[in-house]
């Protein structure tokens, strides 16, 4: 049973949060774009949906990706200092988990530049422990891993 197989690796999970984080982002021009996350809290899920403004100009190749639409919803979004200090609240003391380090990176990177500090929480990168357990990647989303861990 793959729940089996992963808790070992979550036995922290009693004492922190677990919070599943995708990103949107333009790294060409450091922009944090969207923020989603759905954080685990006493085995109840709790989605989140954060939009960021830009400071710098989105390429036209990640307005290719994201679409014009999602733009709108962007340009209307949080500043990043702003973004960030909710970002950096949410997942202190928590476990973040992401389906490869980029969005950790990125996170921590820009959470330096606007606050000063990095991230406080353990990071798993859950791309390499998906490899480890099923061989089939393309089942993986943030709701499916919740769902592993419900």
């Known amino acids: 049973m793959l729940k089996n197989k992963i808790t070992p690796l979550f036995k922290l999970k009693e004492k922190n949060d677990i919070i599943f984080i995708d990103i949107e982002a333009d790294p060409k021009n450091n922009n944090l774009l969207q923020f989603g996350a759905i954080k685990l809290k006493k085995n109840k899920p709790f989605m989140i949906n954060w939009y960021c403004k830009p400071q710098e100009k989105v390429s ?8 014009y639409d999602a733009l709108k919803k962007i340009k209307m979004g949080y500043p990043p200092h702003e ?6 609240k949410l997942t202190n003391n928590s476990i973040f988990v992401s389906f ?5 990176n990125f996170l921590n990177k ?21 490899k480890n357990i099923n061989e089939n990647l393309s089942d993986i989303s943030l709701l499916n891993l919740a769902n592993i861990f419900e």
């Open 100 to 104: 490869g380090d980029f969005d950790f």
């Open 60 to 67: 036209h190749h990640i307005l290719n990706i994201i679409g």
């Open 83 to 88: 973004i960030l200090e909710r970002i950096y």
């Open 110 to 130: 820009l959470s330096e530049k606007y606050l000063n500090k990095k991230l406080n929480t353990i990071f798993v990168n859950f791309q390499e422990e998906w």
